[in-house]
Structure formats: structure tokens, C-alpha cells
């Protein structure tokens, strides 16, 4: 069984240009190397927006040397960047970018949902590139919510329990369609209340268990409740969980990366030296233009 580690609670909100209000779970700074290959998670919990016509999000902005994924519980997120590629995506859909080398993109609430307003809910993961892909072409996977393979979750005696959505990686044979860079693991699961289930991982991968909704007990002796999380020991293979009430969860799970991560706001590679070489590019336009 994998042990818990750690375990954290949500710290205040903060808002990511204006509209975004997140709780940042985890970056990478401190216990990184317990996270990797993830590197950041940014939780929006539930909120509601008023409807408007102002144009809510973050503008133009550069990532390089790691891919972001943005899953969408409620509310509507348009993405558009410097290769060309953007969308909407709404509840249940996910984009997958990858910055590689070099992006610029922007991120608003959809006109469509702006107008008419309503509960919003998401999730924005920052996964790492190994050394040999951070400077891959950018790219953009689009996942609708119809994309993603949904499997039954039972519990030990074979009752029904909940299901797993596997947005990358794979359970129960079903494989997700994300394309990664990195074996790992990316499901959105549902557990039923009072029901006990357990969520198998490779030996020597990292995990980690987001809480998004209702309480569980994990391993039989840490509870978790809404915005809390724990990271498990990469030793190990199984994660008991129980849940008290119906329960929202995102479990993350992935084979480390074993480099060094140095970071400066967007820029994320092995070296300083790195760093300041990604910061001359973005400053002399080698990320492209937004169109």
C-alpha cells in the first residue's frame, strides 16, 4: 500500500487575471520532487459569475518547458495561442497544451457563458517535460467530454462503487486520450457514499489524491474533505479509499522525472542558465505572435 506523505489544505484564493479565483494546491517549489512529474495544480472551486459583458480570463501570456491541462467542471474556458489552435471547452472537456519550446496563448470565460453567467468549477495541472522533450514543438489536444472513456468503479465484493474517468493513462482497460510525453495516470473518479474502493498504481510512481468534493478516508487512517489532497510514497501499490459521502476526486499518479526543476514564473526547465535563455527568447519573439 502507498503511504501517505503529506497532506494539505487549500490556501486562500487568489485571483488569476479576472477570472480565475484559485486555490493554488501545490507548485513547484518546496516537495517537488515527491510531485514530479507534476508541477502545479490551481484549483478554481465552486463559484458563481454574474452575467456580464466585460471579458473575464488572463491575457497573452508564454509558457515553455512543460504542458498544461485544464479540466472543466462547470462554467466554459475559450483557449486560444500562438500556434494557431483554441476552442471552448465546457463541462467535462479538457485541453491538453503542450508549451514545449515556446508558446503564447490567452484563456477568457466563452462569450456565450460571460452573457449568461452561472456556477463555474475547474482544474488547471502543470505536468513536466523530461529534459530531451522540453524544447518539442508546442501543441494543443482538444478532449471532449465524449472522448473520454468511462469505467465502473466496484468495490471489493463487486458492487457497484462510483467510476473513473481516464482522461490519460489507463484503468480497467480503457485508455485514456491524451497523448504524454511520460507514463502516468489522469482520472476523474466518483465514489459513492459509504462505499470503499481502491485505486491501484504502478511501483515507484509518484500519486497524488485531489479532493474536489465530499470526504474520504484514505488508507484507513487520513481523512480528506473538499479542496484537501495527500501525496503517497512512490513505494507501494494500492490507495484505499472510503468515502463518507458521494465523493469528487482527481487522482494524479506518474513515473518521476529525475531531473532538476528550475523555474521562473512560466518557464520551467533543468539549468538557471536554461531560464535566462527561455527569457531572451519570449523577449526577442521566438514564441510566435498571436494571430
Not at 92 to 113: K, N, P, R
Not at 158 to 171: D, L, P, Y
Not at 234 to 255: N, T, V
Request: glycine share 14%.
Amino acid at each position: 500500500m502507498k503511504k501517505v506523505l503529506a497532506t494539505r489544505s487549500a490556501p486562500g484564493r487568489h485571483w488569476v487575471g479576472n477570472g480565475f479565483p484559485v486555490h493554488g494546491m501545490f507548485d513547484y517549489g518546496a516537495g517537488a520532487a515527491e510531485r514530479s512529474p507534476f508541477l502545479l495544480l490551481d484549483y478554481a472551486a465552486p463559484t458563481r459569475f454574474e452575467p456580464t459583458s466585460t471579458r473575464r480570463g488572463v491575457g497573452q501570456h508564454p509558457h515553455r518547458g512543460f504542458e498544461t491541462v485544464t479540466i472543466v467542471y462547470d462554467g466554459e474556458v475559450e483557449h486560444r495561442d500562438s500556434t494557431g489552435q483554441g476552442g471552448v471547452i465546457g463541462p467535462g472537456d479538457v485541453q491538453w497544451m503542450t508549451a514545449g519550446a515556446g508558446i503564447l496563448h490567452e484563456e477568457f470565460h466563452s462569450a456565450d457563458y460571460a452573457r449568461r453567467g452561472g456556477p463555474f468549477e475547474m482544474v488547471q495541472l502543470w505536468v513536466n517535460l523530461p529534459a530531451k522533450d522540453k524544447m518539442t514543438p508546442p501543441g494543443y489536444q482538444a478532449i471532449l467530454n465524449g472522448d473520454i472513456p468511462v469505467r465502473a468503479l466496484n468495490d471489493a465484493s463487486g458492487e457497484a462503487a462510483g467510476q473513473v474517468r481516464v482522461i490519460a493513462g489507463e484503468f480497467d482497460g480503457a485508455r485514456g486520450p491524451a497523448h504524454t510525453f511520460t507514463p502516468l495516470n489522469v482520472w476523474d473518479v466518483r465514489v459513492k457514499a459509504g462505499k470503499s474502493v481502491s485505486l491501484a498504481q504502478p511501483e515507484g510512481w509518484t500519486s497524488l489524491l485531489v479532493v474536489l468534493d465530499g470526504t474520504v478516508q484514505l488508507n484507513g487512517e487520513t481523512g480528506l474533505r473538499a479542496a484537501q489532497m495527500a501525496t503517497l510514497s512512490a513505494q507501494g501499490r494500492e490507495i484505499a479509499i472510503e468515502a463518507s459521502g458521494d465523493a469528487k476526486l482527481l487522482l494524479l499518479a506518474g513515473e518521476p522525472i529525475a531531473e532538476p526543476v528550475v523555474g521562473y514564473g512560466p518557464f520551467v526547465m533543468t539549468s538557471e542558465a536554461e531560464i535566462a535563455q527561455a527569457v531572451d527568447d519570449f523577449h526577442s519573439g521566438k514564441f510566435g505572435r498571436m494571430q
